[in-house]
Every structure is written in structure tokens, then in C-alpha cells.
């Protein structure tokens, strides 16, 4: 089973809109952390916000929130008044404590309308 | 400035030929990884190392060889039996790896292998 999905391929939002990209994951490990990328057209992955599996409070990070939802298992992230810059590809991963390795989903690409 | 070096940007190869990618960090990470991704596609796991002279294989390990002789430095080698080495490849780095924390991975700038 895939451990990270994202289902959006391709998302367009008109610049100062909100857009939310959506995430969804798979463990049996109580703790866990969740983390979303950037990946711009220049191909370098820039971290963008993270959220615990015992965090009480949904992360944010400036324009970005991270929208948890445990039972459901899934970590959306929210970007406010989106501007031309965010235009990108935009990853979710997982870690779990158990583990050391770091899940990746396939990604989905997000185009700001003028 | 502490950050995560990869040399070189762009690498074109002969097909047959071993090429190694450079993979430098000055963050006092214990944890580096490798990944490789392909055009509209995640990120996939090559090799991850947790300290030093120790390291692990990813997902696909088939056709890379990887060395963690120093802290700062994790190069990777595509060898010839890697059979569609062309990628771009990415390095990255985390804190810890000890599963009592859970540390965000910085990366590099990547590398674009292309074999003709």
C-alpha cells in the first residue's frame, strides 16, 4: 500500500485565492511527522511546514497551514493568497519514529492564475 | 552559510561509463539520503546512510554504490548496470537518525544526469 497519496496531478488558483492540496497517508505507528515540499522548476526541494502526529494544534508557517486530520489520516495543506511565485510542484511526506526513512507522494503540480 | 552542495548541476555521460555525484553538507547532519526522480514523478530512495561508514539500500539500489568515509560527504556512483540512469538526482540531509525524533530533511540542488 502506498504509504503518501496525493491525488490532485494538477491544480490552477487564481493569485490571491487560497488553494488546498490534499494528502492522505498510511501507518500503523502512533508517531509519526508529515512535511510538505516546494519543488520550484529549478528542481530544488525547499521545505515548507511540518506537523507531529501528537501535535495538538495544526501547524502554520506564514501563508501555509497544514490542515490535520488524524482519524482521517490526512495532512492538507492550505496555501493563502496564493501569488505567481507558488506556482510548483508541491510533495507530502511521511516519517515514521519507527522507521528512518522519509515517504514521498507523487507530487502535485500548482499553477497561480494572474 | 551552511547548506547542502551537489556537483555537478548538469552531468552528461557515455553510456557503459560510471559516474560519481558529489554529495557535501556543513550542517552537522548525521543522516544523508539519495533519491532519484524522474519527469512527473516523486521521490524515490536510492541509499540513506545514518552514520558514518554505515549505510542502507533504498527502494531501488540496483546499479548505484554509494561511501560515507567522512560526516560532510555522501557521493553516489551510477554504474554501468544502472539501466536508465538518466534522472535527476537529489541529495539530502537530516539531523538525527535515531527514531526517538523526527527531523525535517534539507536538500541540495540536485544533479541532472543525462547518458547518451
Not at chain 1, 501528537?54 to 496564493?82: C, M, P
Not at chain 2, 567522512?70 to 534522472?87: D, G, I, R
Request: charged share 20%; net charge neutral.
Amino acid at each position: 500500500a502506498q504509504k503518501i497519496t496525493q491525488t490532485q496531478p494538477g491544480m490552477f488558483v487564481q493569485e490571491k485565492e487560497a488553494v488546498t492540496l490534499d494528502c492522505t497517508y498510511d501507518t500503523s505507528d502512533p508517531s509519526y511527522g508529515l512535511f510538505w515540499y516546494k519543488q520550484p522548476s529549478s528542481g530544488e526541494m525547499i521545505f515548507l511546514i511540518y506537523q507531529g502526529s501528537y501535535d495538538q494544534q495544526n501547524a502554520t508557517e506564514g501563508r501555509y497551514s497544514l490542515n490535520f486530520q488524524k482519524a482521517r489520516k490526512s495532512a492538507n495543506l492550505v496555501i493563502s493568497a496564493s501569488q505567481l511565485g507558488d506556482s510548483a510542484m508541491y510533495f507530502c511526506a511521511m516519517r515514521e519514529m519507527g522507521g528512518n526513512q522519509f515517504y514521498f507522494g507523487t507530487g502535485t503540480s500548482l499553477t497561480v492564475i494572474p | 552559510d551552511g547548506g547542502i552542495t551537489q556537483s555537478p548541476k548538469y552531468l552528461f555521460r557515455k553510456e557503459g561509463q560510471n559516474v560519481t555525484l558529489s554529495c557535501e553538507q556543513n550542517l552537522n547532519h548525521d543522516a544523508m539520503y539519495w533519491y532519484r526522480q524522474d519527469p512527473g514523478q516523486g521521490l524515490r530512495l536510492i541509499y540513506y546512510s545514518q552514520i558514518v561508514n554505515d549505510f542502507q539500500k533504498g527502494d531501488i539500489a540496483e546499479g548505484y554504490s554509494v561511501s560515507r568515509e567522512k560526516k560532510e560527504s555522501f557521493p553516489l556512483t551510477v554504474t554501468s548496470a544502472q539501466k536508465n540512469p538518466t534522472a535527476f538526482y537529489l541529495c539530502a540531509s537530516s539531523i538525527s537518525a535515531t527514531v526517538y525524533r523526527t527531523d525535517t530533511q534539507y536538500f541540495g540542488p540536485g544533479t541532472r544526469l543525462t547518458v547518451l
